[in-house]
């Protein structure tokens, strides 16, 4: 990175403060529950998990969330919830996190997706989730809706869709969704479920990793970079969207954009560090690309600054979000030297 451009971001970073980015999809409930090995359980061949500490996060659209407050936007939160105490855990910690829980929709009949994890020497044991996608009714989706419309009318500068697979995002409300957006020129972002992956078309920026880009596109994964980018040329003909980033893990990210007839591809390396979990990395990387992209930055100027994000991020244990000084001590790390 020159100083020029290190001074360019600093500037998008410095704009960041009270944007409101509306964030609309699939939230839940994070549990870590963390503790020590030391034996093998005589009546399975499983270890024996000796708990030291539990602790909650906010996942999923939540943690897209708390990642946009972390960087000092004002995130309009848009989603279902069940009328239960995990509910009121989420509103409190969302709280904490300086995001709004009031336009959220509580469902009685439905229930708070909990996904807990247990996690013994720095390596996830298992995870086990509670949650009843069927339950979430039409009449829970249509509320949000209205929510999201509330928000956009109130002024964003950008939509996000979480989209986990989990009863909110379905061909109508993603239409729906878009829709709205599409109407008050608010530009989408997309982090996408595979299954609804071609759904998203003429979105502004859809952001899957290389598995998820794979199978959106129902073909078998191949290695390499060249593959990389005759996948992403392939799903800018399919979707027609305006940008796509494929993240690549340790390989970095690949940004497509669109100049004159053609599609150009730019990989994004990243450097190498030790990784503990790359849990939310992803919710991460979206959010710092729409909050920088409402802030003024180009289509490559965000999607450096999504890489210097996830770099942090990836470096943290559980579900984490990095600060506006955290990302630019990551850029300050990439500068060349005179």
Known sequence: MTKAAFKRLSAVAASFRGRRIAVFGDLMLDRYVKGTVKRISPEAPVPVVRVTSESAVCGGAANVAVNLA???????????????????????LLSAAGVSSSRLVADPGFSTIEKTRVIAE??????????????????????????????????????????????LLEPATIK???SLAASRRVPVFVDPKVEHFQLYRGV??????????????????????????????????????????????????TLFT???GSVRPEHIPTRAREVFDVTGAGDTVISTLALAWAAGASPEEAAAAANFAAGVVVAKLGTASVSVEELLESARSWLQPA
């Open 122 to 167: 720095h390596q996830q044991v298992v995870r086990f989730d509670r949650e009843q996608p069927s339950l979430l009714g039409h009449s829970a989706k249509k509320a949000a809706l209205d929510a999201l419309d509330g928000a956009l009318k109130d002024g964003c500068g950008a939509l996000i869709l979480s989209d986990y697979g989990k009863g």
């Open 176 to 178: 729906a969704a878009v």
């Open 70 to 92: 972390a960087l000092g936007a004002e995130p309009q939160l848009l989603s279902v919830t069940g009328r239960d105490p995990a509910a009121q855990e989420l509103a409190s």
């Open 258 to 260: 669109r100049r004159g």
């Open 204 to 253: 502004d920026c859809i952001t899957p990793n290389t598995s998820e880009a794979f199978g959106g596109m129902r073909l078998t994964q191949r290695d390499g970079q060249e593959a990389a980018e005759e996948l992403g040329k392939a799903i800018m003909r399919k979707l027609s969207c305006r940008t796509l980033l494929v993240t690549q893990g340790e390989h970095g990210m």
